[in-house]
């Protein structure tokens, strides 16, 4: 079970971007907090249509006075996040050996 101790959003921001789905759905959604995060990949040898910018996720906050996180955008976070952990183990969990739940 999640303990939102922020751990994934803290080590994995810059290891993905947003997919050509999650551009397109904010920009219906008209979501340009989240659009102006993004930038178009000049580069594009990696595949990847738009960048985030920032060096960690402007999205994350700390619950006041609590050593937990949460999510700005959950009803419309990255693919990335939403399929996080894809292979049932988180980072909190490898950290403490636990078993996924
Ligand atoms: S590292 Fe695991 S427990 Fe911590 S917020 Fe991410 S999914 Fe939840
Ligand atoms: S968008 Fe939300 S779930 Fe994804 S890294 Fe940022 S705070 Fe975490």
Redesign the pocket.
């Known amino acids: 079970?999640?303990?939102?101790?922020?751990?994934?959003?803290i080590?994995h921001w810059g290891s993905f971007d947003a997919t050509h789905d999650d551009v397109t759905r904010w920009r219906n959604e008209g979501r340009t907090d989240i659009l102006r995060h993004l930038a178009t990949n000049s580069d594009n040898s990696n595949g990847r249509s738009c960048l985030f910018i920032s060096n960690s996720c402007p999205f994350l906050r700390k619950d006041e006075g609590q050593n937990t996180?949460y999510c700005t955008i959950n009803d419309t976070k990255p693919f990335h996040c939403r399929n996080?952990?894809d292979d049932g183990v988180?980072?909190?969990?490898a950290d403490l050996g636990e078993e996924s739940d």
């Open positions: 079970m999640c303990k939102r101790c922020g751990d994934c959003c080590i996180y996080y952990p988180c980072e909190h969990m």
